[in-house]
């Protein structure tokens, strides 16, 4: 029976595997280039977001996570500050950009409703319409 469970377990996918194969993809895509106008690096970068979005990760977990692959990526440190923290910010937008704009509205939960509450003013149930009308302590 156990030999079984471990031969189905051996032919599915993780999340956790999706997630580190395309942090992988990632890397060695911003080792060619870590330009967002680089085709494969686009790829990559909204591979990687599909992946941390599919494992139901928030818009910030997902940026922090994206942030922290670039500050660890050694491609990135070979560049000048200046441009690094240029190249970052591309690349952060892309995630941002991609993470909002792949999700359609169908995968989006709707806003929440409130009931719409009916506002009175000045009484209507056949209670004291204005302050006159009132005791001194509020009441009718």
Aim: hydrophobic share 40%.
């Amino acid at each position: 029976m156990y030999s079984d469970a471990r031969s189905d377990r051996e032919n599915m996918t993780t999340s956790s595997e999706a997630r580190r194969r395309a942090e992988v993809a990632l890397a060695l895509a911003l080792d060619e280039s870590p330009q967002v106008t680089h085709a494969p690096t686009r790829d990559a970068v909204h591979a990687f977001v599909d992946a941390l979005a599919a494992d139901g990760l928030m818009p910030e977990a997902v940026v922090i996570a994206f942030k922290d692959l670039l500050l660890r990526n050694p491609s990135m440190h070979r560049f000048e500050p200046e441009a690094r923290t240029e190249l970052r910010t591309a690349l952060v937008s892309e995630c941002i950009l991609h993470y909002f704009g792949a999700r359609t509205p169908d995968d989006m939960p709707p806003p929440p409703t409130r009931p719409r509450l009916k506002i009175i003013r000045g009484g209507g149930f056949d209670g004291p319409r204005n302050a006159a009308d009132r005791t001194p302590n509020g009441r009718a």
